[in-house]
């Protein structure tokens, strides 16, 4: 299964998965089309939803691509009340994450995109503190970013289960949009060097195919978690804070 599938890089991991022989379920928050499922990442209903009518139609899951994201401009509220892109890229990938475990057992290999980003990030406990003061569109999109970075590593510890990260890079697709004024000259001049879907897809694909856990995937290669990113008493901590939030929503897990 691969979240966001009608993304550049969601739509080449399909396309790349389905070569190789997978069958594969994309989830789309627009009008699903021939093999697609309606999801949404920045609703909690939606997400529970999704999980309980894969249940109900018998579909066993053998990988989840967890690769749906937003960048978000300005600041604002989704209809949970948690801000959106904390909300879509972190709590969203948590939530769909542990229900299809639950659901599908330890079998399940998992694979968390993360993002160059998390070099800039600054993350601390005052993570789910984002208000319109102090939100920032490339600073948010970064720590959201790093709590999926330590969680997949703390879901491995916690559940067993295989998860590894992948980082697709810098890829010519719409996120590298930031709606501002100097998007135009990006175009002409930075998005010549980016890489194309394909490139952005392939660590992904590796991610949710491998063998191995506790990898961090980029172009062809992998290479265990770098130091700077492997903190357990923090990972413990935003494991259990995401449930307590969780929970104030009325979701037990």
């Not at 720590?143 to 890079?169: I, W």
């Amino acid at each position: 299964m691969v979240t966001g599938c009608t993304g550049a890089v969601g739509g080449a991991a399909v396309k790349m998965l389905r070569e190789r022989g997978y069958n594969v379920i994309g989830t789309t928050r627009r009008e699903p089309r021939e093999g697609e499922r309606l999801l949404d990442l920045g609703s909690l209903a939606s997400i529970a939803g999704f999980v309980d009518r894969l249940k109900a139609d018998g579909i066993s899951v053998d990988g989840l691509l967890n690769n749906a994201g937003t960048m978000e401009k300005r600041y604002g509220l989704n209809d949970d009340g948690l801000e959106r892109v904390t909300a879509t890229n972190y709590i969203g990938t948590y939530l769909l994450t542990r229900l299809m475990v639950q659901a599908m057992g330890k079998g399940l290999r998992v694979a968390n995109t993360v993002s160059l980003t998390c070099y800039t990030a600054h993350f601390d406990k005052n993570f789910f503190n984002v208000n319109e003061q102090n939100y920032s569109q490339l600073g948010t999109y970064g720590n959201s970013k790093y709590a999926v970075m330590l969680f997949t590593q703390e879901l491995a510890r916690r559940t067993g289960n295989q998860a590894n990260m992948t980082d697709p890079g810098v890829v010519n697709s719409r996120m590298l949009h930031m709606d501002r004024w100097f998007d135009p000259l990006a175009d002409l001049v930075f998005r010549p060097f980016c890489k194309n879907a394909e490139g952005g897809a392939t660590p992904a694909v590796n991610a949710v195919t491998t063998d191995c856990t506790l990898q961090l995937f980029r172009g062809t290669k992998h290479k265990d978690v770098p130091h700077r990113w492997r903190n357990p008493d923090l990972a413990a901590w935003l494991w259990d804070e995401t449930e307590n939030i969780l929970k104030k929503k009325g979701i037990e897990l």
